[in-house]
Structure formats: structure tokens, C-alpha cells
């Protein structure tokens, strides 16, 4: 699934460079933890969140919070669901144990 990310958009770049981790515990459905932070539910195939910037200002006018937004940008490749960089640093837990970066 790709799709065309508004990497201007602040919740986009909040998603990107906030220090976020995401793991499904379910079919489409993600916890997404932002580090020493705030542990929020995503459900991808409703397009929803249950934290209060998407219940309250982004839900209602159709718009993704930003851990929606990371989800989606880990589902389309671009950032790594254990680290949240594009390149995954030595400390990710999801690191393979070869030289190559996912």
C-alpha cells in the first residue's frame, strides 16, 4: 500500500521525528508508544485513534492524528515500526543482526 504523505504537514513531521514506536496487536490494529510517553491504540482500518487530537479536532473534520500518520508511514516502508527513523539506528530493536538497515 503506498500512498502520498504531506511530509510539510506538522502532524506528518511530528510522526517522523518524534521519537515513536508502533506494534500490531491485531489485524490493523497498532499501539503506537511515544517514548517516556503516551501509549495510544490505532486502528488502520477505520482510520481512527484514540487519542484526544483525533477524537476532538482531527477525527471530526476527517483529518489523522500523527500517530495515525505513523502507522501509515511505517506500513509504507518509509520509517521503521521499532526506532521511527527512515534508517534504523543501533540501538533498534528491530535491527537485523547483519549489516543491512531496514
Avoid at 53 to 77: N, T
Wanted: negative net charge; proline residues 6%; contains cysteine.
Amino acid at each position: 500500500m503506498s500512498t502520498t504523505h504531506d511530509m510539510t504537514s506538522p502532524r506528518t513531521r511530528r510522526a517522523r521525528f518524534r521519537s515513536l514506536r508502533a506494534e500490531q496487536i491485531a489485524p490493523g490494529m497498532f499501539e503506537v508508544e511515544r517514548r517516556g510517553g503516551d501509549t495510544h491504540v490505532v486502528d488502520r482500518r477505520e482510520g481512527a485513534c484514540d487519542c484526544e487530537d483525533f477524537e476532538y479536532r482531527m477525527g471530526p473534520a476527517g483529518g489523522a492524528c500523527y500517530h495515525l500518520r505513523f502507522v501509515r508511514l511505517v506500513e509504507d516502508g518509509v520509517l521503521c515500526p521499532g526506532c521511527g527513523y527512515e534508517r534504523c539506528r543501533p540501538s533498534c530493536p528491530e535491527r537485523s543482526t547483519t549489516e543491512e538497515d531496514h
